[in-house]
């Protein structure tokens, strides 16, 4: 319980410096993974912030275990300016890595650490695609039908006026229905009737005219362009991921009765969104403040974590500097910082904190 310290058998008068430390570590470790306000314990919430505030010097560290897992899902949390890359075998978190966006380095720096999986279920993101081909070149890839619906909407909107539009969007939705290999020949097998129907029809090209509207995407002196660009967009989405194999991976790669991930939903509505609950209950945090909570947050979800005072040293027990130093994406591990969180997520900091960015 945040607020109860103990004081040393050895000294009645003086706390010895490690037995109070380690009682301290253990009130602030209680308060920053729970939900207890900082005064709910029997001192005032301003002494247990300054008896505590050493204790923001101590980050978990992530061990290299080389356990291979069968799958991993690979996905990122947004905020203001920053954003932390987390890897889930769906039961446990095995790694985490901040960063300021989802680019190469970032995806480099968390995968290389991880010993290649079977199946990699990831979103879409095209650095993380490239990433894994150069670290995992044998993990098949499962692309998460929820970004896949999320991609459609976005070149075919929700409500196509297209019919052409309207029958591929129904196709996509009914990826959710498919749940054996058959119904997964069967879909194809629609697909390719789809695309040799609508064929001609997504090659209809508009020529420029004078005073005629040229639309955003083309170019200045571009003579001609395709008119139903969206559809094309969205078919080249559905033809790429049968082409690279990643459409239907939850299936091909199953053995008997066993039932593979076919979206990131656990990472994202567990572990994803357990993090903005962190920032929630503890808004108003300083950054690096709120970036040391979702540590210990991911740190608590591995599969063996440590005794959280083990990752304590003498070092560690200096007071905290409040001067901070911008620091570059670090290869190393989750001890990469950038800036900032969103109000639109339900995490802002109560100074200067402004809307996010996706």
Same mark, same amino acid.
């Given at each position: ?7 040393s058998?050895?000294?009645?008068g ?18 920053i ?5 900082q #005064?709910a314990g029997?001192?005032s919430?301003?002494?247990?912030r ?16 080389? +356990?291979v ?14 954003? +932390?890359l987390?890897a889930?075998n #769906? ?13 190469r380095?970032s ?8 010993p290649?999986?079977?199946?990699? &279920?990831?979103? #879409? ?15 098949a890839?499962?692309r998460?039908?929820?970004?896949i ?5 976005k ?8 019919k ?36 001609e029809?997504?090659g209809h090209?508009?020529?420029?005219r ?31 991921l ?5 459409l ?10 066993? &039932? =593979?991930?076919?979206t990131?939903?656990? =990472?994202?509505?567990g572990?994803?969104a ?9 808004r108003?945090?300083r950054?690096d403040?709120?970036?040391?909570? +979702?540590?210990?947050? =991911? ?6 974590p440590?005794e959280?005072?083990?990752? &304590? ?13 911008? +620091? ?7 001890a990469?910082?950038d800036?900032?969180f969103?109000?639109?997520d ?13």
């Open positions: 319980m945040p607020g109860r310290f103990l004081r058998e050895y000294d009645p003086r706390p010895r410096a490690d037995v109070a430390r380690r009682h301290e570590f253990a009130a602030f470790i209680g308060w993974t729970g939900k207890d306000n #005064g029997s001192m919430a301003r002494t247990f300054r008896r505590t505030l050493w204790c923001w010097n101590v980050a978990p560290t992530m061990p290299v275990t080389g +356990v897992d069968r799958y991993l899902m690979l996905d990122g949390t947004y905020f203001n300016g920053w954003c +932390v987390v889930y #769906g039961a446990y978190v095995t790694g985490w890595q901040w960063c300021d966006r989802k680019k380095a995806w480099d720096a968390l995968i290389c650490r991880l290649a999986p079977d199946i990699a &279920v990831i979103d #879409g993101n095209g650095p993380l695609a490239s990433a894994i081909q150069a670290h995992w070149p044998e993990t890839r499962q998460c039908y929820f970004h619906r999320q991609a459609a909407h070149h075919l909107t929700r409500k196509p006026k297209l052409a539009g309207q029958e591929l969007l129904a196709l996509i939705k009914a990826l959710g229905r498919v749940s054996t290999t058959v119904e997964a020949s069967a879909w194809t097998s629609a697909y390719s009737q789809w695309w040799s129907r609508w064929d029809f997504a090209r508009t020529h420029a004078d005073g005629a509207v040229r639309p955003s995407h083309v170019k200045p002196g571009q003579k001609w362009w395709y008119t139903h660009l969206r559809l094309r967009r969205a078919r080249k989405l559905i033809d790429d049968i082409r690279h194999d990643e239907f991976t939850w299936l091909s790669q199953a053995v008997e009765d066993e &039932v =593979l991930p076919r990131t939903n656990p =990472l994202e509505g572990i994803n357990g993090i903005k609950d962190v920032l929630r209950v503890h108003g945090l950054e403040h709120a970036r040391r909570a +979702v540590d210990w947050y =991911l740190y608590q979800r591995t599969e063996h440590a959280p005072w083990d990752h &304590v040293r003498p070092e560690h027990w200096q007071p905290v500097s409040r001067t901070s130093t911008p +620091v570059e994406d670090d290869p190393l591990g989750p990469t910082y800036t900032g969103s109000w639109e339900g995490n802002g900091i109560q100074q200067g904190w402004g809307g996010g960015r996706r």
